[in-house]
């Protein structure tokens, strides 16, 4: 059994990332674009534990930038929540290509 | 010493004049403007004349010499160490004639103004402009920093400009008010270029350190001045050159005279005051002060001052002798006079007997502002009455307006140069020291005096004696509209508020020559003494007396005698009626010559270059804008595309190009 190196988890940080990008290009639903997202986030999340473990095992900064991603991920869920809410009651629809007037 | 509150006090009354009925006038002082302005000018003409008396008498002279004062002081603007513009007094023999001068006339015709305007629309701002133009004119005259002078200078076009167009609805004036205002402005930019380089050359601004370091020829700044040349003459010569265009457009001088006569638009005190007596005369006033550096350093340029004057001065005579507006008619005598007081100032020499010359011109100065402002005031009481500004329909009013006909004919036996009144006294002076000069000059002089008699009996018969006087109801009855005079009915003489400055100004212009003004005023400060030389005087006597009887002969009676004479003289009387057509050389040359070489090129660069440069800025911008508007699609997922090729851009410039 073989211990998981940096590149394995730079692997699945950067496939996870990938995959939440094409997530968000490509889905019309509002709900599954935030859950992309939270995916693109997750993926940072994790290179930054890689990074600190693997490089600079004595510091901590990376798991702090961690938890203040969490953080921040928490308050955007929430306020893209309220919004899509809000949407839903003015357009009676989720779907992002109905959303497109609100350019103006 | 001379009293610095006493003497700030002469020009700050009419300001404060000014201030007043200028602010307040309209609302508080409708009818009581008039009294308010001559009280203050009163206060003001009192105080003139106490200083003058102090001065000349009791405090002035230092072993037999004028000496100049600075009183006050003050620096009000430093460009660099002794180069700074102070507001200050200057007393000295010049300065506090003048000051006796403009302040006695501008209360004359303050004091004639009661009468003369009453029932104006705008009368406190009339009283407000008098106001001003007094302040400005004294305090051209006190002061002591050349820069100084050339504030007030232009405070006294501006004054000239607003009482000009005093009557602005009238399109004439409006037109008069503009020219005066350009054209003394065009001759101004000479005399600022004059005091840049004069200050240049002498490192100051101050007139009495300035005027001494440019005499001393020994000193450094003149010898750097005369060092550097320009076209063949040395900057000096240049300064003192373009300072006298300064003066020479102010004082209506050839070829700069053409403002003055379209002037007389203005209400005719206005005329008497500033187009006759005070502000013409700056420029001699200002060559006179500036005396030393002209005559001492550059000779030429005064010769030059000398032929301008002659010229001028003859012009201007036979340009008068053909014209039919009263007004016009003493407006160009003006500048005939002025003409004589140039060229004395350009055949006069510094010091001692060769400085006759300047004494004369500064006791012309003198006498011709009384009987100037006389002939003004007078016109403006035949004005009053006939409410007409030709002559055509003047003649005969020497039984309607007797006090008026006396002091007109003082006013004329004067300028005319008849014994014993004051023009003959400061005339012959003038007359002896171009003599002594300069004989050509002396003979245009001559020739000038005799028809300078010639033209103001033209005028003196044409208006009181000619065909008898229609009776003063026929009179009112054919009022021009839009003449100047907007009086009431037919009526009588005018008040005693307009006979009142007629009858002391005729004094002055009778006695004012008996003034031993030699002992006074003089190019060093020294007294001179005025001979009287008996056998001298006789041609210009005989001259002016001949000139008389012609007119007379021409003029007495109502006849065709000077009809056929203006037509056996056919082109020549036309050319003179039509002023030599300068004003439409002048007009040519604007019009078809700057305007096509210069307006219209400008205007072209103006319309294609520059506002050819804006519009594509704007044409440029709406284009690109046009273009890149798509990107703003609202499509979320579509910005999210953009942000990312961004990101890998950057990310691929960054990790690969600039390492």
């Given at each position: 059994?073989?211990?998981?190196?940096?590149?394995?988890?730079?692997?699945?940080?950067?496939?996870?990332?990938?995959?939440?990008?094409?997530?968000?290009?490509?889905?019309?639903?509002?709900?599954?674009?935030?859950?992309?997202?939270?995916?693109?986030?997750?993926?940072?999340?994790?290179?930054?534990i890689?990074?600190?473990?693997?490089?600079?095992?004595?510091?901590?900064?990376?798991?702090?930038?961690?938890?203040?991603?969490?953080?921040?991920?928490?308050?955007?869920?929430?306020?893209a929540?309220?919004?899509?809410?809000?949407?839903?009651?003015?357009?009676?629809?989720?779907?992002v290509?109905?959303?497109?007037?609100?350019?103006? | 010493?001379?009293?610095?509150?006493?003497?700030?006090?002469?020009?700050?009354?009419?300001?404060a004049?000014?201030?007043?009925?200028?602010l307040?006038?309209?609302?508080?002082?409708?009818?009581?403007s008039?009294?308010?302005?001559?009280?203050?000018?009163?206060?003001?003409?009192?105080?003139?004349?106490?200083?003058?008396?102090?001065?000349?008498?009791?405090?002035?002279?230092?072993?037999?010499?004028?000496?100049?004062?600075?009183p006050?002081?003050?620096?009000?603007?430093?460009?660099?160490?002794?180069?700074?513009?102070?507001?200050?007094?200057?007393?000295?023999?010049?300065?506090?004639?003048?000051?006796?001068?403009?302040?006695?006339?501008?209360?004359?015709?303050?004091?004639?103004?009661?009468?003369?305007?009453?029932?104006?629309?705008?009368?406190?701002?009339?009283?407000?402009?008098?106001?001003?133009?007094?302040?400005?004119?004294l305090?051209?005259?006190?002061?002591?920093?050349?820069?100084?002078?050339?504030i007030?200078?232009?405070?006294v076009?501006?004054?000239?400009?607003?009482?000009?167009?005093?009557?602005?609805?009238?399109?004439?004036?409006?037109?008069?008010?503009?020219?005066?205002?350009?054209?003394?402005?065009?001759?101004?930019?000479?005399?600022?270029?004059?005091?840049?380089?004069?200050?240049?050359?002498?490192?100051?601004?101050?007139?009495?350190?300035?005027i001494?370091?440019?005499?001393?020829?020994?000193?450094?700044?003149?010898?750097?001045?005369?060092?550097?040349?320009?076209?063949?003459?040395?900057?000096?010569?240049?300064?003192?050159?373009?300072?006298?265009?300064?003066?020479?457009?102010?004082?209506?001088?050839?070829?700069?005279?053409?403002?003055?006569?379209d002037?007389?638009?203005?209400?005719?005190?206005?005329?008497?005051?500033?187009?006759?007596?005070?502000m013409?005369?700056?420029?001699v006033?200002?060559?006179?002060?500036?005396?030393?550096?002209?005559?001492?350093?550059?000779?030429?340029?005064l010769?030059?001052?000398?032929?301008?004057?002659?010229?001028?001065?003859?012009?201007?005579?036979?340009?008068?002798?053909?014209?039919?507006?009263i007004k016009?008619?003493?407006?160009?005598?003006t500048?005939s006079?002025?003409?004589?007081?140039?060229f004395?100032?350009?055949?006069?020499?510094?010091?001692?007997?060769?400085?006759?010359?300047?004494?004369?011109?500064?006791?012309?100065?003198?006498?011709?502002?009384?009987f100037?402002?006389?002939?003004f005031l007078?016109?403006?009481?035949?004005?009053?009455?006939?409410?007409s500004n030709?002559?055509?329909d003047m003649?005969?009013?020497?039984?309607?307006?007797?006090?008026?006909?006396?002091?007109?004919?003082?006013?004329?036996?004067?300028?005319?140069?008849?014994?014993?009144?004051?023009?003959?006294?400061?005339?012959?002076?003038?007359?002896?020291?171009a003599?002594?000069?300069?004989?050509?000059?002396?003979?245009?002089a001559?020739?000038?005096?005799?028809?300078?008699a010639?033209y103001?009996?033209?005028?003196?018969?044409?208006?009181?004696?000619?065909?008898?006087?229609?009776s003063?109801l026929?009179?009112?009855g054919?009022?021009?509209?839009?003449?100047e005079?907007?009086?009431?009915?037919?009526?009588?003489?005018?008040?005693?508020?307009?006979?009142l400055?007629?009858?002391l100004?005729?004094?002055?212009?009778?006695?004012?020559?008996?003034?031993p003004?030699?002992?006074?005023?003089?190019?060093?400060?020294?007294?001179?003494?005025t001979?009287?030389?008996?056998?001298?005087?006789?041609a210009?006597?005989?001259?002016?007396?001949?000139?008389?009887?012609?007119?007379?002969?021409f003029?007495?009676?109502q006849?065709?005698?000077?009809?056929?004479?203006?037509?056996?003289?056919?082109?020549?009387?036309?050319?003179?009626?039509?002023?030599?057509?300068?004003?439409?050389?002048?007009?040519?040359?604007t019009k078809?010559?700057?305007?096509?070489?210069?307006?219209?090129?400008?205007?072209?660069?103006?319309?294609?270059?520059?506002?050819?440069m804006?519009?594509?800025?704007?044409a440029?911008?709406?284009?690109?804008?046009?273009?890149?508007?798509?990107?703003?699609?609202?499509?979320?997922?579509?910005?999210?595309?953009?942000?990312?090729?961004?990101?890998?851009?950057?990310?691929?410039?960054?990790?690969?190009?600039?390492?």
């Amino acid at each position: 059994m073989m211990e998981p190196g940096l590149n394995h988890f730079l692997f699945i940080s950067a496939a996870l990332f990938f995959i939440g990008v094409y997530g968000f290009l490509t889905r019309r639903n509002l709900i599954t674009m935030l859950m992309s997202i939270e995916l693109i986030l997750n993926s940072v999340n994790l290179n930054f534990i890689a990074f600190n473990k693997y490089l600079w095992p004595g510091k901590m900064d990376g798991l702090f930038f961690t938890l203040f991603i969490i953080a921040i991920a928490a308050a955007e869920a929430a306020v893209a929540i309220a919004i899509i809410i809000n949407l839903y009651r003015s357009h009676q629809s989720i779907d992002v290509e109905n959303a497109e007037d609100l350019k103006y | 010493m001379p009293n610095a509150t006493i003497i700030a006090l002469i020009p700050l009354l009419p300001l404060a004049g000014f201030l007043l009925l200028g602010l307040f006038g309209r609302k508080f002082f409708k009818k009581s403007s008039g009294i308010i302005g001559t009280a203050l000018l009163l206060a003001s003409t009192l105080l003139a004349l106490y200083t003058a008396y102090e001065y000349f008498f009791i405090y002035g002279k230092a072993d037999g010499v004028y000496q100049q004062f600075v009183p006050f002081q003050m620096t009000w603007l430093e460009f660099s160490k002794g180069v700074s513009i102070d507001m200050g007094l200057l007393i000295d023999p010049i300065s506090v004639m003048m000051l006796v001068v403009v302040s006695f006339v501008s209360l004359m015709v303050h004091i004639y103004s009661l009468g003369y305007m009453k029932g104006e629309e705008r009368f406190p701002a009339y009283y407000s402009f008098l106001g001003l133009f007094t302040f400005s004119m004294l305090g051209l005259v006190l002061a002591g920093n050349i820069f100084q002078m050339y504030i007030f200078w232009e405070l006294v076009g501006v004054s000239s400009f607003l009482l000009i167009g005093y009557y602005y609805d009238k399109p004439s004036a409006v037109a008069a008010c503009k020219k005066a205002f350009i054209v003394t402005r065009f001759a101004d930019v000479g005399f600022l270029i004059g005091i840049l380089i004069l200050s240049f050359c002498s490192g100051t601004l101050d007139l009495p350190t300035l005027i001494q370091r440019l005499t001393s020829p020994d000193s450094n700044e003149i010898k750097t001045a005369v060092a550097s040349t320009f076209l063949g003459a040395s900057a000096l010569t240049w300064g003192a050159a373009l300072v006298f265009i300064g003066g020479a457009g102010k004082s209506a001088m050839f070829p700069l005279h053409i403002w003055l006569p379209d002037a007389m638009e203005g209400p005719t005190p206005v005329s008497a005051l500033i187009h006759a007596a005070t502000m013409v005369v700056a420029g001699v006033y200002l060559v006179a002060r500036l005396f030393p550096v002209f005559s001492i350093t550059t000779p030429g340029v005064l010769e030059i001052v000398g032929w301008v004057g002659a010229i001028s001065a003859i012009i201007a005579a036979i340009i008068a002798c053909t014209q039919t507006d009263i007004k016009r008619v003493l407006a160009y005598s003006t500048m005939s006079q002025i003409g004589y007081m140039m060229f004395a100032l350009g055949v006069s020499t510094y010091g001692g007997e060769g400085g006759l010359g300047y004494t004369a011109s500064m006791f012309h100065l003198f006498t011709h502002a009384m009987f100037k402002a006389l002939l003004f005031l007078c016109a403006g009481a035949v004005i009053h009455y006939v409410h007409s500004n030709d002559m055509k329909d003047m003649g005969g009013l020497r039984k309607y307006l007797p006090i008026t006909h006396i002091t007109f004919l003082i006013a004329c036996l004067a300028i005319a140069g008849v014994p014993p009144f004051a023009g003959f006294f400061s005339k012959e002076e003038i007359l002896l020291a171009a003599y002594q000069n300069n004989m050509a000059i002396y003979w245009i002089a001559l020739f000038t005096s005799g028809l300078t008699a010639f033209y103001m009996f033209r005028l003196y018969f044409t208006i009181f004696w000619n065909k008898p006087a229609p009776s003063p109801l026929e009179q009112s009855g054919k009022r021009k509209i839009g003449s100047e005079a907007r009086g009431g009915e037919a009526h009588g003489e005018g008040g005693f508020a307009m006979m009142l400055p007629l009858v002391l100004l005729a004094i002055g212009a009778a006695a004012a020559g008996f003034i031993p003004f030699g002992e006074f005023v003089s190019s060093d400060g020294k007294a001179l003494e005025t001979k009287f030389h008996l056998v001298f005087s006789i041609a210009p006597v005989a001259l002016g007396i001949a000139g008389i009887f012609t007119a007379m002969w021409f003029y007495k009676k109502q006849n065709n005698k000077s009809d056929k004479l203006a037509a056996s003289l056919n082109g020549f009387y036309k050319a003179a009626y039509h002023k030599f057509y300068i004003d439409e050389i002048y007009l040519y040359i604007t019009k078809k010559v700057l305007f096509n070489l210069v307006g219209k090129p400008a205007a072209w660069f103006d319309r294609n270059v520059v506002d050819g440069m804006v519009n594509l800025t704007g044409a440029a911008t709406q284009a690109i804008s046009e273009a890149i508007k798509k990107i703003q699609s609202g499509k979320v997922q579509q910005y999210a595309i953009y942000f990312l090729v961004g990101v890998i851009v950057l990310a691929t410039l960054f990790i690969y190009i600039l390492r």
